[in-house]
Nanobody, 121 residues
């Protein structure tokens, strides 16, 4: 089971860190990805990190603003989001799978329920 925390309301230009914690699953054994579902838009991949932690991948809109990282001791993966904009509003979900890729969600076997991030203008 994956549990996301850290969502909430943030002002435009602000920062937020959301986290994905494994319960009954060791996240270090999987690639972990963040996906988001924004109002009126399709689900899209945001960032992912491979099992070793040495490879990360970001969508263009996340590059330079978002950072994905692992905390192995806490069995957690964080997504630090800076300079948030209203277009970043959405439900952010984490997923665990075998390959770090953002083209689709088919490679991910375990999913959390998501945490809502709302960016006010």
């Amino acid at each position: 089971q994956l549990v996301e925390t850290g969502g909430g309301l943030v002002q435009s230009g602000g920062s937020r860190r959301i986290s994905c914690t494994g319960s009954g699953i060791r996240l270090e054994q999987y690639s972990i990805a963040w996906f988001r579902q924004s109002p009126g838009a399709d689900e899209e991949g945001v960032a992912c990190i491979d099992a070793s932690g040495s490879f990360t991948k970001y969508r263009n809109f996340a590059k330079g603003r978002f950072t994905i990282s692992r905390d192995r001791a806490e069995n957690t993966v964080h997504l630090q989001m800076n300079n948030l904009q209203p277009d970043d509003t959405g439900t952010y979900s984490c997923a665990a799978g075998g390959i770090c890729q953002l083209a689709g969600d088919g490679d991910y076997n375990y999913w959390g329920r998501g945490t809502q991030v709302t960016v006010s203008s």
